[in-house]
């Protein structure tokens, strides 16, 4: 199967992105006066034989692998999803796509009890839309079968960092995780963040951030370079119930860049990961329900 890329344009305002079939993964967006938000390794495999490294991966039915049964990240961004037939639009407010995946079709990346012996079923269907400032995308996870299932979904956005200031604490950080309760999975340590801004250290950065209680909706201000601020936020629904939104932060740093053979050595400078998904305290999607995650990305001063 060809992974073509699909390019979506809004005529009004000027603003693209790129999507691959493989993975419905979303490559590059550019604002309406030209400005690229996603970083896309230089080495990024594109071809369909392993999923595309930078843009935004779709993580689903968990993150990391907390269950060792089941592949890292999941199947999403491992398989062929079809384009929605008629769903690509260009108004005048946004322009976009939605692209689906039934679990019939999940041919990569299954095991543990998504093998394909599995009774349980499910659709995931994800929609992008653009415009002249920023973009949204839209995960949607259907239960088409009568088992109950538990699950994670995350968004793992790649953003470019501008002149290469990844590990400049003055113009690469992340504000609005203060009071969340951090996992940090490279020292091990857990504490509780305080007021001060996320940046990268001179060392790889992996960390978790759950939500106080009681703060369902995620939303951070992301400096990625010099006069590039972006706002992130992100809701999810379970249920049709309200559920807390995590966050993560992660560089490969120089170290774990070299080790990647899909990521330019030194590229760790260029990029900032930071990921919203729903990971802690979600409830199970009953037979014949629905489950959304929704983030939208702002340019600011565009």
Not at 65 to 92: A, C, I, T
Not at 106 to 130: P, Q
Not at 149 to 178: I, P, S
Not at 204 to 229: E, F, Q
């Amino acid at each position: 199967m060809a992974n073509d890329p699909i390019n979506i344009k809004h005529t009004k305002s000027g603003a693209q992105c790129t999507i691959y079939p493989f993975g419905a993964h979303l490559t590059s967006y550019k604002t309406g006066s030209g400005k690229e938000l996603l970083f896309l390794s230089r080495d990024a495999i594109l071809n369909g034989s392993k999923a595309i490294r930078g843009g935004i991966p779709l993580c689903f039915p968990q993150f990391g692998q907390p269950d060792k049964s089941m592949p890292q990240h999941g199947f999403l961004r491992n398989n062929y999803w079809k384009e929605v037939s008629g769903s690509q639009f260009d108004d005048d407010d946004s322009a976009g796509i939605s692209m689906e995946l039934a679990l019939k079709d999940v041919v990569n990346s299954r095991g543990g009890k998504w093998d394909t012996d599995t009774k349980l079923d499910a659709k995931c269907t994800y929609t992008v839309k653009i415009n002249g400032n920023g973009f949204t995308t839209t995960i949607s996870m259907e239960n088409l079968g009568e088992d109950t299932w538990d699950f994670q979904v995350l968004l793992h956005n790649y953003f470019l960092v501008q002149d290469r200031m990844a590990l400049d604490g003055e113009q690469c950080n992340v504000k609005g995780l203060e009071g969340y309760t951090v996992s940090d999975k490279v020292s091990g340590e857990d504490y509780v963040l305080g007021g001060e801004s996320v940046t990268i250290p001179d060392v790889i950065i992996d960390r978790v951030y759950t939500p106080p209680k009681d703060k369902m909706d995620l939303s951070v201000i992301i400096a990625a370079g010099p006069s590039n601020n972006l706002s992130l936020t992100a809701s999810g629904e379970v249920n049709g119930e309200k559920v807390p939104v995590s966050g993560v932060v992660w560089n490969p740093h120089e170290e774990k860049a070299k080790g990647m053979g899909d990521f330019g050595d030194d590229q760790y400078v260029d990029m900032i990961c930071v990921e919203p998904g729903l990971l802690s305290d979600v409830p199970s999607l009953e037979g014949g329900k629905k489950a959304s995650f929704t983030q939208v990305i702002t340019c600011l001063g565009a």
